[in-house]
């Protein structure tokens, strides 16, 4: 492939400091923040009421490491299955505080992808909770995994807490040296997974070092003031709820307030306004679905909010700033790389970018057939993942060949160094020759209908290889209105789909993606059912036509045929049959 850029984003001194900083595991890159920031320190604000500091969180993760280590061995992976709170970042230090690696399932993905997860990191004991599985109406999907895998529920490991453990939670954050792993900063210390929309999950490998790095890269990059405090309402098993709305405050040394679901919009305004939060995390889906539900006090407290997973909307960008007087920033990332590989800065916002990659990132962009100005994104640097776990060879780590890890994004840098998404290599259809980017049909719905959700998939085309499909939750449209749109701003007429479907909803993941297998499955049932109900109404006309021409007194067929105006079906009826 043809390189037509390349370069490492960041002063020399400031990727040397990162580098240096990322020595070290997360569990004891969290010891050191405690005792700078000081134990009573406020560390975590919980949904359930509860504000715990620095003490309250080594105190619970010293004391619950115990009853893990007694039925686990060291480096074994053990499967976190909670949502975004205390009681997951506890479980996920206290695993990590005895030399075991977490790895975040995914409680959305169903039995199949969360048995094919546990396979891929040989995982067979599972951290959860009585009050989750209860409250989420999970009986079920605990119950379809139980044959394979062992499940302990925080409750009762707090009951069996031993006098060992309660002298460890006591001296632990006094002797770590001691009493806690002291794990090298390349070996594994956390695993997640890949979505699983295209195949089984694949099993992303991330060092402590790579976590750290990651770390140390945002701090470096984005300016936060001594008086921020976080809001994260992102899934943890997702490594940007992870790495930047969980880890990142705690070890940095900023409260956190976490939320276990982002799809509660009415109570999670309410939450930013009790919390005082300065700092939100979420998707741009989420991020207008929260200001459109929320009064018109409930997130004038934000000074940011950080956006990733999908591109942020200029109406977004606008709404924020006209109700709540917020900056959005954009950012990008993938799992692999910890996950943040670039981002927007405070005062910097240049729309449409992601703005500049982290300092330490090298990056190269290939050449791309039919895109002209882009290229295929492959990064390398100190947050890019050890490699991939499959459940075809359960354990075993494929390391990145010299490092590199193809993105499978195109994107442009410009000269200043920002850089734009144009979309995934997947996601851009060829139509009679010319490549047209799924995302630009996506933006052009979005503009003609803003309060909407749109989402645009490739289907075969007989004539002219694939077509553009358009699924939208918007009942009544009008493809006029995109074409019109389209031609005014320059966009040319083949990247506005001939066809559009209507749903009830457009599928989301548990993420706050949206799930393209699922909507392509939609679209794809959607044109067969009306391929199906047009040829129907073809053959019940052409029986109630030739009933007609069968009846008493009626001419013969041939008859009929020479009576016909020959331009028949320019009046709307079928061809008569031979």
């Avoid at 240096?20 to 560390?43: E, V």
């Avoid at 700092?279 to 018109?296: G, K, N």
């Avoid at 407290?301 to 109700?323: F, H, I, P, Q, Y």
């Avoid at 457009?506 to 679209?523: C, D, E, Q, S």
Wanted: proline share 6%; charged share 25%.
């Amino acid at each position: 492939m043809t390189v037509t850029a390349s370069g490492v984003a960041g002063d020399k001194d400031v990727i040397r400091r990162v580098e240096r900083k990322s020595r070290k595991g997360i569990f004891a890159a969290f010891l050191g923040a405690a005792r700078r920031k000081g134990r009573k320190t406020l560390a975590l604000l919980d949904a359930d009421g509860r504000n715990l500091t620095y003490g309250d969180l080594l105190k619970g993760s010293f004391a619950l490491s115990g009853p893990i280590a007694r039925r686990s061995t060291p480096n074994e992976r053990i499967g976190i299955l909670l949502p975004t709170g205390a009681g997951a970042t506890i479980a996920l230090f206290a695993t990590m505080a005895q030399g075991r690696v977490p790895a975040m399932l995914n409680f959305t993905a169903g039995a199949r992808n969360i048995k094919a997860a546990c396979k891929a990191a040989e995982v067979t004991q599972v951290l959860t909770a009585h009050k989750f599985i209860e409250v989420g109406g999970l009986d079920g999907l605990v119950a379809d995994l139980k044959d394979d895998l062992t499940f302990h529920y925080l409750e009762d490991l707090r009951e069996e807490l031993t006098l060992r453990d309660k002298l460890r939670a006591l001296f632990g954050p006094f002797l770590p040296s001691v009493l806690s792993a002291n794990p090298d900063p390349d070996e594994p210390g956390v695993i997640l997974f890949t979505s699983g929309t295209e195949g089984d999950p694949k099993g992303v490998v991330l060092s402590h070092s790579n976590i750290i790095a990651n770390i140390e890269q945002i701090a470096e990059h984005v300016e936060i003031a001594p008086s921020d405090i976080f809001f994260n309402p992102l899934p943890m098993f997702h490594c940007y709820g992870l790495t930047a709305g969980t880890l990142w405050p705690l070890i940095v040394g900023y409260p956190t307030a976490l939320h276990p679901s982002p799809l509660q919009t009415k109570i999670i305004p309410k939450r930013i306004f009790e919390t005082n939060a300065t700092v939100l995390f979420a998707t741009d889906t989420f991020l207008l679905q929260y200001m459109r539900a929320s009064d018109a006090r409930g997130m004038t407290s934000l000074r940011l909010a950080v956006c990733g997973a999908e591109r942020v909307k200029d109406e977004t960008r606008a709404m924020a700033e006209r109700r709540f007087s917020f900056e959005v920033l954009e950012g990008y990332g993938v799992t692999e790389g910890s996950p943040v590989l670039a981002a927007n800065q405070p005062g910097d916002i240049r729309s449409g970018t992601v703005g500049k990659l982290l300092p330490g990132v090298e990056y190269r962009l290939e050449a791309v057939e039919g895109l002209d100005g882009a290229g295929r994104l492959w990064v390398r640097g100190p947050n890019v993942m050890k490699g991939y776990i499959t459940p075809k060879e359960p354990g075993v780590i494929h390391p990145l060949k010299d490092g590199w890890h193809d993105t499978g994004d195109v994107v442009v840098i410009d000269e200043a160094g920002y850089m734009s998404i144009r979309g995934r290599v997947k996601r851009f259809a060829k139509i009679g020759g010319e490549m047209v980017s799924l995302a630009v049909v996506e933006n052009c719905a979005t503009a003609v209908w803003p309060d909407n959700m749109h989402a645009a998939t490739i289907l075969p085309d007989p004539r002219k290889g694939e077509q553009i499909v358009l699924v939208t939750d918007r009942k009544e449209h009008d493809r006029a209105l995109l074409l019109a749109w389209a031609q005014s701003h320059g966009v040319p007429e083949i990247a506005v789909p001939k066809k559009i479907v209507s749903v009830d909803e457009v599928p989301v993941l548990g993420t706050g993606k949206l799930n393209y297998v699922a909507i392509k499955r939609l679209a794809e049932d959607r044109i067969a059912e009306e391929a199906a109900a047009r040829s129907a109404a073809v053959r019940a006309a052409e029986n109630t036509e030739a009933g007609k021409l069968s009846k008493p007194g009626k001419p013969a067929a041939g008859a009929a045929r020479a009576q016909r105006p020959a331009n028949d079906e320019e009046n709307g009826l079928p061809k008569a049959a031979e």
